[in-house]
T-cell receptor
Framework: EAQVTQNPRYLITVTGKKLTVTCSQN?????MSWYRQDPGLGLRQIYY???????DKGDVPEGYKVSRKEKRNFPLILESPSPNQTSLYFC???????????FGNGTRLTVT | SQQGEEDPQALSIQEGENATMNCSYK?????LQWYRQNSGRGLVHLIL?????REKHSGRLRVTLDTSKKSSSLLITASRAADTASYFC????????FGTGTRLKVLA
């Protein structure tokens, strides 16, 4: 089954403790991206990647890192999480231009 | 900054009625997409309309696009309780911008 898999589904952590949210897709898509969703603000793009070793900033990249060492994986790294990064995070992939995004089921992160 | 803005923010209708939600955007686009999200879950793609298309249908969904007004509308006909969800429009090629969404509630 074609899918985008995020882990973990829920994560509670404390300020400053590094964490990684994993994202993997099995559709051989070149494009992958990360979003955060906050009430009243919709989805905002954090980072995206056009291909292996090619990443670029979205609208809200501060406090986040990404890497794209393999086509299927695109982890989101928070090196020093802060409470304002408490949010619902989504990973998505895209097969080609003018095609729809495929979303994972989300990761709900709480930073205390 | 948010480019896509949906209107209304919330909509409550009876089962069987039609639901219309609108999206406005600010810059030129190659396509506009509509997504549905059920309560905190992942977004599901509904329909993509290209900039050279004016109308597109998919089952009970009808999407229109007016590039001169930089707006799009999503019509759901004969709504069902299962259509209760949030609906988002999105524009962009690789750097996507999503609107804040319309929360639709269909009452049985």
């Amino acid at each position: 089954e074609a899918q985008v898999t995020q882990n973990p589904r829920y994560l509670i952590t404390v300020t400053g403790k590094k964490l990684t949210v994993t994202c993997s897709q099995n559709m051989n898509h070149e494009y992958m991206s990360w979003y955060r969703q906050d009430p009243g603000l919709g989805l905002r793009q954090i980072y995206y990647s056009m291909n292996v070793e090619v990443t670029d900033k979205g609208d809200v990249p501060e406090g986040y890192k990404v890497s794209r060492k393999e086509k299927r994986n695109f982890p989101l790294i928070l090196e020093s999480p802060s409470p304002n990064q408490t949010s619902l995070y989504f990973c998505a992939s895209l097969g080609s231009y003018n095609s729809p995004l495929h979303f994972g089921n989300g990761t709900r992160l709480t930073v205390t | 900054s948010q480019q896509g803005e949906e209107d209304p923010q919330a909509l409550s209708i009876q089962e069987g009625e039609n639901a219309t939600m609108n999206c406005s955007y600010k810059t030129s686009i190659n396509n506009l997409q509509w997504y549905r999200q059920n309560s905190g879950r992942g977004l599901v793609h509904l329909i993509l309309i290209r900039s050279n298309e004016r109308e597109k249908h998919s089952g009970r969904l009808r999407v229109t696009l007016d590039t001169s007004k930089k707006s799009s509308s999503l019509l759901i006909t004969a709504s069902r309780a299962a259509d209760t969800a949030s609906y988002f429009c999105a524009t962009g090629t690789y750097k996507y911008i999503f609107g804040t969404g319309t929360r639709l509630k269909v009452l049985a």
